[in-house]
């Protein structure tokens, strides 16, 4: 089987790229990334002298690219990571969210439909989608597959809108599709611009950390090689024209979560307990920030059996540990670009 993984230098798809190549070493593995700022190819140095592994470089807003690799490489199936992902960049640049997430993926849908027409039914499009687009819960609740959109953010809505169009191939042109609706995910190879690295890098570093209002939002969490699970789990056996949601059961207060990762830090850099705790910045907060996220993964845990393999306390741990053995990892990514985001972002107030 020849897959397209598409955003396979990212934080999710690297975890992904590496499962397939590695778990199924008779598939051919083709990794399409752009390579924008969180792409990374030292996310997967590891496997990628695989000779099941092919990295293409290319753009999937680029329509002739896309038509291109298809005719060239003749896929059996697609798995779509590929996005532009955070909430924050999309409230400062909407449209390249737009450009990506929309129009990407229906490049991708339309390139699979034409070049599966005589034998669409041996074929699978696997769409990564995210739980923001259920919009925003209060106190009590979960999101289940039947909760109606009700996006909020343009990165939430632009999720939206391809999950959308994903249901529409399916329905309108019989195309083969699946999609997974995940919560907040944390792990290696995570561009620290996301809440948890972000506050890894700044606690090794001594600097303020900075938290959005009174850190009263609630996220789900989920480790990231549990979420790359769960896909292989749907891919080979979840139903045609189905959503799964994914979810860690795992609910956290920001500012619980932050001081909780405060007290890990400060036990593996050997600091007194307390130390990283006076870190904590308040900064003024997201615009429209949804309250709370939680999410009912029943389906994907009663119908395929997955559960998540670690406790939040061990994934995190085991993340810490992995920021820390890998600072070249972490000072490669902060320089350059990201430093200029980041001061605009948390000291222009
Ligand atoms: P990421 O930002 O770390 O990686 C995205 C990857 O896509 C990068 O490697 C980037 O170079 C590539 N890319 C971006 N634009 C591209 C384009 N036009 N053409 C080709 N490649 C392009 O994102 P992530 O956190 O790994 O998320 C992956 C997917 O999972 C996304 O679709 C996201 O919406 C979804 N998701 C993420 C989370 C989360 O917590 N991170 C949760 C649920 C769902």
Redesign the pocket.
């Known amino acids: 089987m020849k897959i397209l993984i598409?955003?396979?230098?990212?934080?999710?798809?690297?975890h992904v790229v590496r499962l397939f190549v590695t778990k199924y070493p008779n598939y051919q593995v083709y990794n399409?990334?752009?390579?924008?700022?969180?792409?990374?190819l030292a996310n997967l140095t590891d496997i990628e002298d695989r000779e099941n592994y092919t990295f293409l470089k290319?753009?999937?807003?680029d329509a002739a690219f896309v038509e291109e690799i298809f005719s060239e490489h003749g896929f059996d199936a697609v798995i779509?990571?590929?996005?532009?992902?955070?909430v924050d960049r999309s409230i400062s640049d909407p449209l390249a969210f737009v450009?990506?997430?929309v129009i990407?993926t229906v490049n991708l849908l339309h390139a699979a439909k034409r070049h599966w027409a005589d034998d669409l039914g041996s074929r699978l499009f696997y769409h990564?989608?995210?739980?923001?687009v259920y919009g925003s819960l209060g106190e009590d609740g979960l999101f289940t597959e039947e909760t109606p959109y009700d996006p909020r953010s343009p990165?939430s809505a632009s999720?939206a809108s391809s999950d959308h169009f994903v249901r529409a191939w399916y329905h309108t042109y019989g195309l083969p599709v699946k999609i997974s609706?995940?919560?907040?995910?944390?792990g290696p190879n995570?561009?620290p611009e996301?809440l948890i690295p972000l506050a890894i890098h700044n606690i090794k570093n001594e600097k303020p950390v900075p938290v959005y209002g009174k850190g009263e939002n609630v996220r789900d969490w989920?480790y990231v090689i549990d979420?790359a699970r769960a896909i292989d789990m749907i891919f080979h056996e979840g139903k045609v024209g189905e959503t799964y949601n994914i979810g860690g059961v795992n609910e956290w207060k920001n500012i619980d979560l932050i001081e909780l990762l405060c007290d890990v830090m400060d036990e593996k850099l050997g600091r007194e307990p307390g130390h990283s705790r006076k870190l904590i910045t308040f900064v003024k907060d997201r615009a429209g920030h949804d309250l709370r996220y939680a999410i009912d993964s029943s389906k994907l845990m009663d119908e395929l059996g997955w559960k998540p393999s670690v406790t939040f306390e061990e994934g995190l741990r085991k993340t810490v540990d992995w920021y820390l053995a890998n600072s070249e990892w972490l000072d490669n990514v902060t320089s350059g670009n990201y430093q200029s985001y980041y001061e605009q972002q948390y000291t222009h107030r």
């Open positions: 598409t955003g396979g230098a990212g934080f999710i798809g690297s399409l990334d752009k390579l924008t700022y969180a792409g990374n290319g753009d999937i807003v779509h990571l590929a996005a532009e992902s955070h450009q990506t997430n990407g990564i989608s995210t739980d923001e990165y999720k609706n995940c919560s907040n995910n944390y995570h561009f996301k989920l979420h």
